[in-house]
Every structure is written in structure tokens, then in C-alpha cells.
């Protein structure tokens, strides 16, 4: 699995952030998920050509389709859910992850 974590800064909240994202991928995937960091300030012309329009996004690149979290990442119970749950011929999801969300 590869999926990239858009932020929209560095600071120690978004380390916290990329820190407990890496630690939940680890103890649910092991070695078969890569997580790539992308600060869309360092790096607006990948936020664009990626059509980022909101941070933090969470996008599984693979296994296809594509899929797109966009909004609250912090109810990381209801992230997993929602990525082990997608079947291979699900439609695109962008969404708000948070505790209210449907799904």
C-alpha cells in the first residue's frame, strides 16, 4: 500500500500527526505500506498538479482506485476503518473523516 500525507506545515503538531499516522500504518500493515510526507508550503506545485485543495489530505495511491481523505484525520479509528473497507471498485471518497461523518 502507498499513501501520501498532505500538510500544510511542519510544525511539532503536524509531526505529531505524521508520527501516529507512521506508528498506526506500522502496527496495521508492517513493511506493506509506504507513507510519503508532501508540506504542500515547501512544495505548492506538487499540492497542484496533485489537485490538492485542502490539508491534511490522506490519498492511498495504491492498491488502485484512488482514494482520498480530506479534513479532520485525528479519529484515527474511523481512517482505518474507512481504508479497510474500500473494495477494489469503489468510487473516489472525498470526504470528512471526523466522528460525525458517514460512511
Known sequence: MLMRLYIADNSDSGQRM???F???LQSRYGSDC???IIDVTEHPERARRDEILATP???RISPTPEF????NLQNKDRIMSI???ISH???EYHGYAGAGAAG
Open 34 to 36: 509506504t507513507l510519503e
Open 57 to 59: 489530505t490522506l490519498v
Open 18 to 20: 505524521i508520527s501516529s
Open 68 to 71: 482520498r481523505i480530506v479534513g
Open 22 to 24: 507512521r506508528s498506526l
Open 89 to 91: 471498485s469503489a468510487p
Open 83 to 85: 481504508l479497510e473497507n
